[in-house]
């Protein structure tokens, strides 16, 4: 016989997905109502809003994609890229990886930018790559890497991309209310978020918003888009404007609440309310890991207060301590990914995870576990 599942209440520090907090569960939970009710359509155009606050823009193409933030990023690709077209993509970290597979998965050529996991994007390679590829017409780059903690100057590299001719595609799963994001004021052409990092709603979701000019370059494509759920021409007549909504998909009624309510909560605080705390939250963190003789991955400067890289020290078994975390305490925190496994831990403050209450939290059971 099986029976109803009863998850544990963990505290969740790791790379996502983040804490959901009461108020976030209990949306999911209201009834459901079919999908092109008058009044779930009212929630659709209040959840576009919302997410154009989020993101500073006033891009009329703003929505939550039906699936995770990596169809988010599928989503980018295949809309924006043609085969054929030559494509600069940035990589100093996992995501980046991601988004050369994606281009090349569009029958497109893919020039990679390199930098060493645990730096930004260096703008001058970009720059250089420019200059060797001037039919370049898309740069992409992550703004905040998941996978190694790190910043990227996103209004550096979409100046750039400005200066010759080139659209953006910017990932922001990890950025989107927790560090400043100014679609707008960047001018970024096609960037796309998560729902279950810093908004700490439950994953399966993903933010877009894409600029006119992304759009024209959609509208004008000589190929079809080839991928028929993510074909934007398909979801702008589910989601779009004032037109009457046509049937493209059942969206996820029950999940769209949830998002609505995380970024009501989002706006009730304020961005800048909510950039403030996570950097509070994240000094903290730092100066008690710090305390305690550990060292972090990254330089200052370019540290994402909601992804905490932190380097293992030699001997410590690195499966064995996020066990006892998890095990003892409830608490879970990220391992390394790629080529940082087992050589650091990623400690998130994402959202309504990132609280004091926390931060002292994990202090406690790392130095207890650590045996400090
Ligand atoms: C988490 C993440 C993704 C993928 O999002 P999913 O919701 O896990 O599919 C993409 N990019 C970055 C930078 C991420 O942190």
């Given at each position: 016989?099986?029976?109803?599942?009863?998850?544990?209440?963990?505290?969740?520090?790791?790379?996502?997905?983040s804490?959901?907090?009461?108020?976030?569960?209990?949306a999911?939970?209201r009834?459901?109502i079919?999908?092109l009710?008058?009044?779930f359509?009212?929630?659709m155009d209040?959840?576009k809003?919302?997410?154009q606050?989020?993101?500073?823009?006033?891009?009329e193409?703003?929505?939550p994609?039906?699936?995770?933030?990596?169809?988010?990023?599928e989503?980018?690709?295949?809309n924006?890229?043609s085969?054929g077209?030559?494509?600069?993509?940035?990589?100093?970290?996992?995501?980046?990886?991601?988004m050369?597979e994606?281009v090349?998965r569009?029958?497109?050529?893919?020039?990679?930018?390199?930098?060493?996991?645990?730096d930004p994007?260096?703008?001058?390679?970009?720059?250089e790559a420019?200059?060797a590829?001037?039919e370049?017409?898309?740069l992409?780059f992550?703004h905040a890497?998941?996978?190694t903690?790190?910043?990227?100057?996103?209004?550096?590299?979409?100046?750039?991309?400005?200066r010759?001719?080139?659209l953006?595609?910017?990932?922001?799963?990890?950025?989107?209310?927790?560090?400043?994001l100014?679609v707008?004021d960047?001018?970024?052409?096609a960037?796309?978020?998560g729902?279950?990092k810093?908004?700490?709603?439950?994953?399966?979701?993903?933010?877009?918003?894409?600029?006119?000019?992304?759009?024209?370059?959609?509208?004008?494509?000589a190929t079809?888009?080839?991928?028929w759920?993510?074909?934007m021409?398909?979801?702008?007549?589910?989601?779009?404007?004032?037109?009457?909504?046509?049937?493209?998909?059942?969206?996820?009624v029950?999940?769209?609440?949830?998002l609505h309510?995380?970024?009501?909560?989002?706006?009730?605080e304020?961005l800048?309310a909510?950039?403030?705390?996570?950097?509070?939250?994240?000094l903290?963190?730092?100066?008690?890991?710090?305390?305690?003789?550990l060292s972090?991955a990254?330089?200052?400067?370019?540290?994402l207060?909601?992804l905490?890289?932190?380097?293992?020290p030699d001997?410590?078994?690195?499966a064995?301590?996020?066990s006892?975390?998890?095990?003892e305490?409830n608490?879970e925190?990220?391992?390394g990914?790629?080529?940082l496994?087992?050589?650091?831990?990623?400690i998130g403050l994402m959202?309504?995870?990132?609280s004091?209450?926390?931060?002292?939290?994990?202090?406690?059971a790392?130095r207890h576990v650590?045996?400090?």
């Open positions: 016989m099986s029976h109803s599942f009863h998850p544990p209440q963990r505290i969740l520090m790791g790379p996502g997905p804490d959901v907090s009461a108020r976030v569960l209990g999911l939970g009834p459901t079919g999908h009710d008058p009044l359509i009212e929630l209040d959840t809003q919302l997410l606050y989020a993101f500073k823009t006033q891009n193409l703003t929505i994609l039906s699936a995770p933030g990596s169809a988010g990023m989503a980018a690709f295949v924006l890229v085969p077209d030559t494509v600069i993509v940035c990589q100093n970290g996992v995501f980046g990886g991601r050369k994606n090349e569009c029958g497109a050529h893919a020039v990679m930018v390199q930098d060493r996991w645990g994007v260096d703008p001058q390679k970009v720059e420019f200059a590829h001037p370049a017409n898309l992409a992550v890497e998941t996978s903690g790190v910043r990227s100057d996103a209004k550096t590299l979409c100046e750039l991309a400005q010759h001719d080139a953006t595609i910017v990932d922001t799963v990890t950025s989107l209310g927790g560090i400043d100014c707008d960047w001018g970024a052409d960037v796309y978020s729902t279950q810093c908004l700490s709603c439950v994953p399966g979701l993903s933010p877009m918003t894409f600029s006119a000019k992304a759009v024209a370059r959609i509208q004008n494509r079809k888009v080839q991928s759920f993510l074909d021409q398909l979801v702008m007549g589910y989601w779009g404007g004032n037109t009457k909504r046509a049937y493209h998909h059942t969206a996820p029950n999940a769209l609440y949830a309510e995380s970024l009501l909560i989002l706006q009730e304020g800048d909510s950039f403030a705390r996570h950097r509070e939250n994240h903290e963190l730092v100066s008690g890991l710090e305390a305690m003789g972090m990254v330089a200052p400067d370019w540290r207060p909601q905490n890289a932190v380097c293992i001997g410590i078994d690195d064995a301590v996020r006892r975390l998890l095990h305490f608490l925190i990220g391992a990914l790629g080529e496994a087992g050589k650091q831990w990623r959202g309504h995870a990132s004091r209450v926390n931060v002292q939290q994990c202090l406690t790392l650590l045996g400090h």
